[in-house]
């Protein structure tokens, strides 16, 4: 599984998740201490639906920028596809290339 990263809601510095890292109730933006465990960062958020939530069982939450218990909280993420130097894709192209080599 992938590191994933995910913005602050409120001054859109990355946060990287490690592989199955999740987002504490008591966690904070490193830069500008916004919570990050809220609405706004939720991949649910939506304000455009009822409750400004798209999962449907979720109960209403007042104030969409502050810690929240929601169970259904999943940060708003990006998957990184950034290539690793190093990484299995290069040495399997060092192999490849050493097959044809003089």
Request: aromatic share 10%; charged share 30%.
């Amino acid at each position: 599984m992938p590191d994933i990263t995910f913005s602050c809601f409120q001054c859109g510095q990355s946060v990287r998740l490690l592989s199955g890292q999740k987002v504490l109730k008591s966690d904070t933006c490193t830069k500008c201490s916004a919570d990050l465990h809220c609405c706004r960062n939720c991949r649910f958020f939506d304000p455009s639906v009822h409750n400004q939530c798209q999962e449907t069982q979720a109960e209403w939450v007042s104030r969409k920028d502050k810690t929240n218990y929601c169970d259904y909280f999943e940060a708003c993420t990006r998957i990184d596809l950034v290539r690793k130097p190093g990484g299995d894709d290069d040495q399997a192209r060092k192999k490849w290339d050493s097959l044809f080599n003089k």
